[in-house]
């Protein structure tokens, strides 16, 4: 025996208000900045909590290599110059 009892539009919605997709929750890149999943390692730079894990540059053929390598170069230079100008205005 089924059990009916009366299904209202507010009962079935209220139901469905929970289905709805969450956005998925990406955080900035400790090292280069770029949108990586949360507790995952980043695939821009191969870090995980500061520290680099993977070597991205493996599996580029030698033109990517070039590109990947200026690119992080320029990042990690970027970060550097912010973070002594702060050290600067600091003293
Ligand atoms: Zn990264």
Do not use: P, W
């Amino acid at each position: 025996m089924t059990i009916r009892m009366r299904h209202t539009k507010s009962h079935r919605n209220k139901r469905r208000s929970h289905h709805g997709l969450k956005e998925t929750a990406l955080s900035a890149c400790e090292k280069c900045g770029e949108l990586k999943l949360s507790h995952v390692v980043c695939e821009n730079c191969g870090a995980y909590k500061k520290r680099s894990v993977l070597d991205v540059l493996k599996k580029l053929t030698k033109k990517q290599k070039k590109q990947k390598q200026k690119e992080l170069k320029e990042q990690e230079g970027g970060s550097q110059k912010e973070m002594s100008m702060e050290e600067l205005s600091q003293k």
